[in-house]
Nanobody, 114 residues
Framework: QVQLVESGGGLVQAGGSLKLSCTAS????????VGWYRQAPGKQREWVAQ???????NYATSVKGRFTISRDNAKNTVYLQMNTLKPEDTAVYYC????????WGQGTQVTVLS
C-alpha cells in the first residue's frame, strides 16, 4: 500500500506562485511514475505533469514553461512549482503514483484570483 498526502495549496493572485508537495509513505519500491492532475469545478480531471523514477519529466501544454515538477527521493516527495498562475489554473490538485496499481492523494485546493 502507498499513501499520498498533498499540501501547499491556497489562494493566490493571478501572476503569483505556489509550490505543491506530494509526500508518499508505504511500499514505494514499485512506484515508477508520479504525476500531478487537477480537476476544476464541472470539469473532468486532467493530467498536468509527471516525473519518472529516473527524473524524466513531461508537462501538459497548458502549463509548460510555467510549472516545474521535481522530486526529492530522500524525502519521498514530489513537488509542483507553479509560477505565473492564471485563474484557469484554479482546481483541486491531486498527485497519483503509478505502481502495480494506481494510488491517489486526497487533493489540495488551488484558487487563483483574477
Amino acid at each position: 500500500q502507498v499513501q499520498l498526502v498533498e499540501s501547499g495549496g491556497g489562494l493566490v493572485q493571478a501572476g503569483g506562485s505556489l509550490k505543491l508537495s506530494c509526500t508518499a509513505s508505504g511500499t514505494l519500491l514499485n512506484i515508477n511514475v508520479v504525476g500531478w492532475y487537477r480537476q476544476a469545478p464541472g470539469k473532468q480531471r486532467e493530467w498536468v505533469a509527471q516525473i519518472t523514477h529516473f527524473g524524466i519529466t513531461n508537462y501538459a501544454t497548458s502549463v509548460k514553461g510555467r510549472f516545474t515538477i521535481s522530486r526529492d527521493n530522500a524525502k519521498n516527495t514530489v513537488y509542483l512549482q507553479m509560477n505565473t498562475l492564471k485563474p484557469e489554473d484554479t482546481a483541486v490538485y491531486y498527485c497519483k503514483a503509478n505502481g502495480i496499481v494506481d494510488y491517489w492523494g486526497q487533493g489540495t485546493q488551488v484558487t487563483v484570483l483574477s
